[in-house]
């Protein structure tokens, strides 16, 4: 397909609109260079437009029959599923990765949808017992606002929508920022869809700009009570401490260092596979990819050797477009899939032995099998990173696996599957500096919402005085 530049523009109040910005963003095909669309930036004039409209419309729709607002989420649900092709060639050509990864992400995004569509008619009020004679508590849940998302370019689409979905459903108005490499796929093909769903004008506002144009005034406007943030520990870090000083809620993932153990008992086939999954469908250019392989030392040698064959045997590097599932992630931050294979490293497993292990994420192919003694080794490596988004072990032994679980610091690990995951209807996040904060499932209707307590008296109270 063409590449669809009529959504590479600013998304206002229900009108497709040229920046007024002095640059322009260009947006390139990383797989072949080619030029895809050009966009004019947005400006700080243009954050509180978008702003202002998202609060003007959010007053109605905080009202509107939830059956309505799930009937907007359903339709796009039914929209991303009749167009699923042609968004999976739009993010092949705009994030130049794989056709596998991108129908991954297309998957996981209508799934994010469904189950929004479901949180859209979920119950929002709640009684609790009073201290008081013939009072009433009442809990409401209401949205927040105003939510403002800055998306990522790993998985943008997903990423995007992992925040606009429910904060709609919820009765909230969504700003984006989508990332400036992303800026179709992060923004305006999400725009489009939930204009075509019949959501109404102002609900959801792209901007697609710059720090360097706007500093920090997409999260320093007085609109906005939520800021979703997923990118660098770097920048995760700004925001929140622009955020907090403002008392705004932040949801930030941050990536990081997530971890695929091997412990002797396990089955080491179905190992490998989940060890080559974790590294490759994305490949390594997402938080939940896993960076280390750690495995138990009395099973490295035979482990490195399958995992070694499996790689060479299974992630032929190519064209990003090709029909084959495993081709080259983007060149902007890996050098080819290929890497995966000759840079496949076995490392020591602490400086007792030799160099440091590594504690920053990798985007990119190159994995890490590290070898280790025993279970509490395995936990001290888990842990001595500063990121924990994600991870997996596997073992012979369920329980042992969920015993081991337990031990690591992070908010998702799985036992015997891989590192990278979606469920929608389970809380997602890290632990340690991958994140703050959750999303999916009922970590976001946490995230997106607020509680107000009523009280009713259907007595007279005798007050003291």
């Known amino acids: ?18 920046g007024n ?49 799930r009937a907007v989420l359903e339709n796009a649900v039914r929209i991303v599923g009749e167009r699923g092709e042609e968004i999976i060639d739009l993010i092949t050509d705009e994030l130049g990765g794989t056709r596998a990864r991108a129908a991954y992400e297309v998957r996981a995004a209508q799934e994010v949808l469904r189950a929004a569509a479901g949180q859209a008619v979920r119950p ?3 009684l609790l017992p009073s201290v008081a004679d013939a009072e009433e508590n009442r809990v409401y849940r209401l949205p927040v606002g105003v939510v403002g998302v800055i998306s990522a370019v790993s998985l943008p689409f997903l990423v995007t ?3 606009v ?10 700003v984006v920022k989508p990332h400036q490499h992303a800026p179709v796929a992060g923004g305006g093909l999400v725009a489009r869809i939930f204009e075509d769903a019949g959501l109404p004008a102002g609900l959801l506002n792209v901007l697609v700009t710059d720090s360097a144009e706007i500093g920090d005034a997409f999260i320093e406007h007085p609109v906005p009570k939520v800021i979703a943030f997923t990118g660098s520990d770097r920048v995760g870090r700004h925001v929140a401490a622009v955020a907090a000083g403002l008392f705004k809620r932040t949801v930030l993932e941050l990536g990081g260092t997530s971890a695929l153990v091997v412990l002797e008992d396990a089955d080491l086939g179905h190992a490998v596979r989940a060890a080559v999954h974790s590294r490759s469908l994305f490949p390594g250019q997402a938080g939940t990819a896993a960076d280390r392989i750690l495995v138990d030392r009395t099973v490295q040698e035979e482990f490195t050797r399958l995992f070694t064959a499996a790689v060479a045997a299974a992630l032929p590097a190519g064209d990003p477009g090709a029909p084959d599932p495993w081709t080259a992630p ?5 050098p080819g899939l290929g890497a995966l294979r000759a840079e496949t490293a076995t490392v020591p497993a602490g400086p007792a032995e030799g160099p440091p292990l590594p504690t920053e994420e990798i985007l990119g192919p190159p994995a890490l099998l590290v070898p280790f003694d025993g279970e509490d080794e395995a936990v001290r490596i888990v842990n001595d990173s500063p990121g924990g988004l994600s991870g997996a072990v596997h073992t012979a032994d369920t329980e042992r696996g969920v015993r081991f679980a337990r031990r690591v610091t992070g908010g998702t690990f799985h ?13 997602f996040g890290g632990g340690r500096s991958s994140a703050t904060g959750r999303l999916d499932g009922e970590a976001a209707v946490e ?19």
């Not at 397909?1 to 040229?18: C, H, K």
């Not at 979905?165 to 969504?174: D, E, I, K």
Request: hydrophobic share 40%.
């Open 165 to 174: 979905a429910p904060a709609l459903a919820l009765g909230n108005a969504v």
């Open 330 to 334: 983007d060149p902007r931050t890996a």
């Open 124 to 126: 929002v009020a709640g």
């Open 21 to 69: 910005g002095a640059w322009d963003i260009i947006d390139i095909n990383p797989g072949n260079g080619e030029k895809l669309c050009s966009i004019t930036v947005a400006t700080a004039a243009e954050v509180d437009l978008a702003y202002r409209a998202a609060e003007r419309a959010q007053r109605n729709w905080a009202t509107t029959r939830s059956h309505e607002r």
């Open 447 to 465: 995230a997106f919402t607020t509680r107000k307590w009523i009280s009713v008296q259907h007595g007279r109270t005798a007050f003291p005085f």
């Open 161 to 163: 929508m992992r925040s």
């Open 415 to 427: 036992v015997n599957g891989a590192t990278v995951q979606d469920d929608p209807a389970v809380a």
């Open 1 to 18: 397909m063409s590449f669809p530049s009529e959504l590479a523009r600013q998304y206002i109040d229900g009108e497709w609109l040229t």
